[in-house]
């Protein structure tokens, strides 16, 4: 019997508390000795943090798998249909494949190839500007229309799960997330969101938010995510 086996045994008899046996499993192990890593089961126990950063990732692995069932039935890929449903919801005007490219964090030639396959498949139409020949408005077919509502709901399934949460708690979610949002961008990790924290609109009032595009208070609920209103806020703006 090894050193670290008796000392969990021990452990267990005299404490009988399960969480001291589970710690002292932990801190004899050699798995402690690995890096403070995140992804570290053993470095997890006693950080919060990092445990919501894992199930955070675990949220953004469903999006891949989701997104892959619903495009292996109409044989589209999982960027395919992202770019249907961003050109169904937004305005022409974002729909360039620069803004794309920024938007899904890809090469625009990536952008470029994926919207080809859609035109191919009969699902997009590429108009060239008359002010820039070199830039292309981009607009669904009929068909296109068609194919994006059958994806709509590829994330419907994530919605029950959400909805049996009361509404502050759905409320205080929805302001937590879009925190780590605004420091993300701050820290150059993902584009400028079209989100209220990184509005020119917005204000942080003593008693809660407030939008200057609207002129009226938001409750946490009404805070924007995407909003079509939203204004880039200039880097040193308050
Ligand atoms: S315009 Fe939209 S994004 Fe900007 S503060 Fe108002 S609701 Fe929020």
């Not at 949220?59 to 589209?76: I, N, Y």
């Not at 794309?100 to 090469?107: C, D, K, M, R, S």
């Not at 408005?137 to 509502?149: F, K, Q, R, S, W």
């Not at 924290?197 to 609207?214: L, M, N, Q, V």
Request: proline share 4%; hydrophobic share 40%; charged share 25%.
């Amino acid at each position: 019997m090894t050193l670290k086996t008796l000392r969990s045994i021990l452990c267990l008899e005299i404490a009988g508390s399960e969480r001291l046996v589970f710690f002292t499993f932990a801190i004899t192990s050699d798995r402690f000795t690995y890096p403070m890593s995140i992804f570290n089961p053993y470095a997890q126990i006693d950080r919060v943090e990092y445990k919501i950063v894992v199930a955070l990732e675990r949220l953004s692995e469903a999006f891949r798998v989701l997104l892959w069932e619903k495009g292996k039935a109409l044989g589209l890929s999982p960027i395919q249909i992202q770019l249907l449903l961003f050109i169904r919801f937004h305005p022409q005007e974002r729909c360039k494949v620069t803004l794309l490219a920024q938007e899904f964090n890809l090469t625009p030639s990536t952008v470029s190839e994926a919207l080809r396959t859609l035109e191919q498949k009969g699902l997009l139409l590429r108009k060239t500007d008359s002010a820039d020949t070199r830039s292309h408005t981009l607009a669904l077919t009929e068909d296109g229309v068609a194919v994006a509502a059958q994806v709509a709901d590829f994330a419907d399934v994530m919605l029950p799960g959400l909805t049996r949460l009361s509404e502050t708690e759905r409320a205080g979610l929805l302001e937590q997330l879009l925190g780590l949002i605004a420091h993300l961008q701050h820290a150059g990790v993902i584009v400028p969101q079209r989100m209220c924290f990184a509005c020119t609109y917005y204000r942080k009032t003593d008693s809660g938010h407030f939008c200057h595009f609207i002129k009226k208070h938001l409750e946490v609920r009404d805070l924007r995510v995407d909003c079509p209103e939203h204004v880039p806020r200039k880097p040193h703006g308050d």
